[in-house]
């Protein structure tokens, strides 16, 4: 018998229906993070009001104009009998606290598939539409139904402010600001169904897509049990700020979880005023849980993460107060910023009955997120909460998540997809499911439905997506890491870290190091030699994956220069301050050469087959050239060579036969010896490693003849289609320095005979 904790509610309401005047009821709650007088978590005193609306004569349609409200948060549509159900669209629009600001209109859930038998009302979900003091409703049924009778709004503030102790479980009634129609509550006996006026108009068409009608059950859940009632003392008693109140009854085992449990806000922690739901909890018949059901509560995403403790107070109060319901009808409560809240009462870890899926409440657990998804997934934090929830309540009974259960319908049903089945029939359904899987809503979302498949995943593992991203410590060359000993290896999973209890490092198939799940990399060291590397990841069921291995090579052999760096004259214009040169050079490595360096005079790289490099050197200085060789593992290796490139000019030669100076500024010095006499020469006599002959040429230029240290080396022919200058168009490089004689000879070419030098280039 359920008449003690409404006896205040009903002689209330027929005082306000016969009045026409809004009721408020006054409910407590408890808020998070609260206190009382002792110092532990205080209850939140929330109220409700409650309008009819007027229903249209032919019964099909209902309305409440806009109107100024007193402030709530939540809202809900509901009518007298509870197992009726509305099969058109409730539509309500809310202005915010405040301000002028009318909301869009949102549409209710008018058949959530959800209650239980001992209800006093039926009603649409309750929706979160923030602090709000204003609001409209249109209601448009179907052609050929009317709509159930007692239609009326309930709006819930579940408030905000702490209170010290528990106020009784009664209502104040207060008087509206304007009159509204009369509400008749079911069982008083009393007051009349609101009629329309005269002039309704039309009910306004969606702004929002229809919810698919629902086929009408023909039962209210029948697996539910109504248990028995504690008769409220006179004094109510504070509960306990830390658990939900321990039940009378016998309570089933709490067996362990092959999951580990997550953290859950308990009812005390968010304000569950647990005298206007002193009835005992029941428990599955069976004491065991098959199946988890996934659910949205179909309301706005506009909520604060601070203000999940507050929606969840409303839905308590509007399943409790406004419908009739004995507690909470979802047995977990998530928000979208993943925390996780105690609903229905009887203890988190037990097999509680809860009042959230018709027909199959007797054997599944409930969980919702605030929020509706059927455009937009809910975040990840929440679907890692619902995965680590579910795991952990399937755990318990070794249902695994990604498997299915086999489930005996309360009563005959059709599912939103069309599925049909009777009472009685046993139903293979996935261990997660969505709500639509087992009654004809829309819930938990078209988006929310999309995800579930990643849930299951979450909840049962292994862990998905894991990537091995990098391995680091020397460098690479395709798909082979080098380094000296140690690594760092990278990796990434999309698997919440929540869900991992934790990654292993492996070298050659063995643990090498280890980390905690969310970590996303680890070091090792390593022998030199060829490793395979890879990371494994253990899921909290302890299903683990592996990523494909990488190969890594360890060595600490440095690279050799195996040709020591090494310079050279090369031909090309010569200027005081840019000689022409080659730098010579080869390194090697024992496993995977990576580059070359060269560190000064200037900075250059260069592949690991590159051997050679033209630069320019200023004459009479002395430069040093630095190399460093570089292997794939990191290990160097270095070299250096010293060299002057000296200019000896046309008039430190020693002469022989006719030569003419001229002068120019395109000659070096200014001034350059030219030719036309046969066999008329020039020799210079150096100390060095390399010569170059410099010249200027044009179409009438001539050749010569060349000797070195007495013996003819060459003959050059100057002739060139452009005029060119100071060019060095020979040169000669011996393995180590020395003294040596350059001569050259004038060859009298027929035709052409002039030479002309601008001297000669050795290195030393």
Known sequence: ??????????????????????????????????????????????????????????????SLGKRDTKPFSMLGVTWSDPSARVGGT????????????WSRWLTLDGDSGQ????????????????????????????????????????????????????????????????????????????????????????????????????????????????????EPSSAPVTPSPTASPSPSVSAPPAPPSTAPRPSITSRAAWGADESISPEEPSYLPGEKIKAVVVHHT???????????????????????????????????????????????????DRPVMGAHAYGFNSETTGISVLGTYTSTAPSTAAMTS?????????????????????????????????????????????????????????????????????????????????????????GTSGTTTYTKAGITVSWSATTPAALISKYELLVDGKTAATTAGTATSAKATLTAGTHQVAVRAVHQSGRTTTTAAATVVAETTAPAFTTKPNLALRTGTV???????????????????????????????YGPTVTSANHTARSGSATTWSMKAYDRAGNTATASVAGTPV??????????????????????????????????????????????????????????????????????????????????IWTKTWSGSAKHTIKIVVAGTSGRPAVTTDGVVYLK
């Open 1 to 62: 018998m359920r008449t003690p904790r409404h006896f205040w509610k009903a002689s209330a309401v027929v005082a306000a229906g016969l009045s026409g005047a809004l009721v408020l009821q006054a409910m407590t709650g408890q808020e998070s993070g609260g206190s009382h007088a002792g110092g532990a978590p205080g209850p939140v005193t929330s109220k409700a009001e409650t309008t009819a609306l007027r229903v249209s004569g032919d019964g099909t349609s209902a």
């Open 90 to 101: 409730v539509e309500v629009r809310t202005r915010a606290a405040g301000t002028q600001n």
């Open 115 to 230: 209650g239980e038998g001992g209800a006093e009302r039926g009603g649409t979900e309750p929706a979160w539409v923030g602090p709000s003091d204003g609001v409209e409703v249109r209601v448009d049924g179907k052609d050929s139904t009317r709509l159930p009778k007692g239609l009326r709004l309930d709006m819930v503030d579940p408030g905000s402010g702490e209170v010290t102790a528990l106020e009784p479980a009664a209502y104040a009634v207060e008087g509206s600001e304007e009159p509204t129609p009369a509400a008749t509550e079911p069982g008083t006996g009393t007051g009349t169904e609101p009629q329309p006026d005269a002039t309704l108009p039309e009910t306004p068409v969606p702004e929002t897509p229809t919810v698919p009608s629902p086929s009408e059950p023909s039962a209210p859940e029948p697996s539910v049990t109504e248990p028995s009632v504690t």
């Open 298 to 348: 179909a309301e706005s995403n506009d909520y604060t993460c601070a203000q999940g403790p507050a929606v969840v107070r409303g839905i308590y109060a509007y399943h409790v107060k406004q419908l009739g319901w004995k507690d909470l009808g979802y047995n977990f409560l998530v928000d979208k910023c993943g925390t996780v809240y105690e609903g229905r009462k009887g203890g988190v």
């Open 386 to 474: 619902v995965a680590r929830i579910a795991a952990w309540k399937l755990g318990q009974y070794g249902v695994a998540p990604t498997g299915t259960a086999t489930l005996t319908a309360g009563d005959s049903g059709r599912s939103y997809s069309g599925k049909t089945w009777a009472k009685g029939d046993r139903m293979t359904l996935p261990a997660i499911h969505g709500h639509r899987d087992g009654y004809n809503t829309q819930c938990p979302g078209d988006a929310f439905y999309g995800k579930l498949a990643t849930v299951r995943t979450w909840a049962g593992g292994p862990v998905s997506g894991l990537t091995l991203k990098s391995v680091t410590g020397g």
């Open 575 to 605: 200027n005081t301050a840019a000689v022409p040169l080659t730098l010579k050079w080869k390194a090697t490595d024992g496993v995977a050469l990576k580059e070359v360096r060269l560190t000064a005079p200037t900075a250059r790289t």
């Open 647 to 728: 200019i000896l000019q046309e008039s430190s030669a020693t002469r022989s036969g006719k030569w003419t100076t001229k002068s120019s500024s395109s000659y070096l010095g200014g001034k350059s010896y030219t030719s036309s006499s046969r066999n008329a020469s020039l020799s210079w006599t150096f100390t060095g490693r390399s010569v170059a002959w410099t010249v200027s040429r044009a179409t009438t230029s001539g050749q010569a003849h060349i000797y070195v240290d007495g013996k003819k080396a060459a003959t050059v022919d100057l002739k060139s289609s452009t005029t060119k200058y100071r060019d060095a």
